[in-house]
């Protein structure tokens, strides 16, 4: 018999359909998946083995998912730039310096941040995946990875080289670990390269991770190169689909939402990163009404500063607002949603609810903080406000992801995270002498 992990007397944020919360709840998993959950105390059998965690003031509810994620080596280096100048003098030049060991140091630095953020899913486009991978795989952390692929001219990744990605990769931690096919963005692609990447994923049966609609000048290059806008350019060579990623989506026509909703592509909005890189603001009101699938991510520490979920949660609830001048969009109990369901339903994973064979992906978030001060513990309302306005990654207080626990009292329990900290500043100094000097 597999040992329980019972997480009781919490206050249980299922995100059902009818936003169900338990005050003094249980929350019961076996293995990777949630055995019970429900209102009162746990009464059932504590066997030899079984671990009971007090959960007395403290939320409990799903992981959250960061749905667009790069690994980043370079946080806060090179601010201020707008996202094509950006790209060319830091970004690039970066991850074309990238080696396998650096990557995989700046991938364990960017999960455990993560991790200790109460992000449970990272749905990260990179290069070097095999380092990712082996990142991901002894962090603990559910991990969706795609190749960075470009025309070749641009010294980036192949198609080739996401095949092989696959090939190595996918499966590994036990299924946690899945490989999309990656597509950087229309500048760098053509559309002859968006038909090869739907024809790989569907040989493949996988997904697709790309940007699109990301900033203005994206919009003129591909009117300028294609006649079209770049969501016409995706839709028109197949890529779009139920399986597809869309990150950012800042400069969406009426058109191309409407392509967007006829494919059921799914969305990741990412305000934090949009307003840094000066890029604008999504068309979040839009999106909703229209039905799309919008989930959240925080995109790039190097282009965000932090990889805080929590802080990206606020900056979707309250950026809209400014910009619309209406108080009443985006309430709190939906900008929790796509923080956690939207984010697992986009990925097509069993997670993002507390309820029964739904993966055992839950974090305790510890309410004994001035940020949860004052706090009405039978208020609804009052907690899911707390949770986007007020929290900060700091909050979370344990991190289990299928079934099993990587952070416990702020500490994670797979690595050594100060040996993780010194490798990755070492990695850092290493890619950023491999980078040739400019001109």
């Not at 009464?43 to 403290?58: L, Q, Y």
């Not at 070097?128 to 952390?141: F, H, K, V, Y």
């Not at 770049?230 to 058109?255: F, K, M, N, Q």
């Not at 010194?422 to 990695?427: C, V």
Request: net charge negative; proline share 4%.
């Amino acid at each position: 018999m597999t040992a329980k992990l019972i997480i009781d007397n919490g206050i249980v944020v299922t995100m059902d359909d009818d936003d169900t919360m338990h005050f003094g709840g249980h929350v019961v998993i076996e293995g990777k998946s949630i055995l019970s959950m429900g209102p009162g105390r746990y009464t059932g059998e504590v066997a030899d083995g079984d671990r009971v965690i007090d959960a007395s003031d403290k939320i409990v509810m799903p992981g959250l998912v960061d749905l667009h994620y790069h690994t980043a080596i370079a946080k806060g280096y090179s601010d201020h730039l707008p996202l094509w100048e950006y790209l060319d003098t830091c970004w690039y030049p970066m991850i074309r310096a990238l080696d396998p060991e650096a990557a995989y140091w700046a991938a364990l630095a960017s999960y455990a941040e993560s991790i200790k953020g109460g992000v449970t899913t990272v749905n990260d486009m990179y290069r070097q995946l095999q380092g990712l991978a082996r990142a991901a795989e002894e962090i603990g952390i559910r991990a969706v990875l795609s190749n960075d692929v470009a025309l070749p001219e641009h010294n980036l990744d192949t198609l080739e080289d996401n095949q092989k990605a696959y090939e190595d990769c996918h499966g590994m931690g036990d299924g946690r670990i899945e490989v999309y096919v990656g597509i950087e963005w229309l500048p760098l692609a053509s559309p002859e390269l968006l038909r090869d990447a739907r024809q790989l994923a569907n040989d493949l049966k996988t997904g697709i991770h790309i940007h699109l609609n990301e900033s203005l000048t994206e919009v003129e290059n591909s009117k300028e190169r294609f006649g079209r806008r770049p969501t016409e350019v995706a839709y028109d060579a197949g890529l779009l689909g139920r399986d597809c990623i869309a990150a950012h989506c800042v400069w969406l026509s009426d058109t191309e939402i409407a392509l967007m909703r006829t494919t059921n592509t799914q969305i990741s909005h990412n305000p934090s990163s949009n307003a840094k890189l000066g890029n604008g603001i999504a068309r979040l009101p839009e999106m909703k009404a229209a039905g799309l699938n919008v989930g959240l991510g925080h995109d790039a520490a190097e282009c965000n500063n932090s990889r805080d979920l929590f802080q990206v949660m606020k900056f979707a609830a309250v950026i809209h607002r400014a910009a619309r001048v209406d108080a009443s969009l985006h309430p709190a109990p939906e900008i929790v949603r796509m923080a956690t369901r939207n984010g697992s339903e986009a990925l097509q994973h069993n997670g993002g609810i507390l309820a029964t064979g739904k993966n055992a992906d839950v974090i305790l978030i510890d309410t004994l903080s001035p940020m949860f001060t004052p706090l009405r513990k039978d208020d609804p309302a009052h907690i899911y406000s707390h949770l986007t306005y007020a929290a900060n990654g700091s909050c979370v207080h344990t991190t289990i992801i299928d079934g099993r626990i990587v952070m416990e009292d702020r500490q994670l329990t797979m690595v050594d995270e100060a040996t993780i900290v010194r490798e990755a500043n070492a990695a850092f100094t290493r890619v950023l002498e491999r980078i040739p000097p400019v001109g």
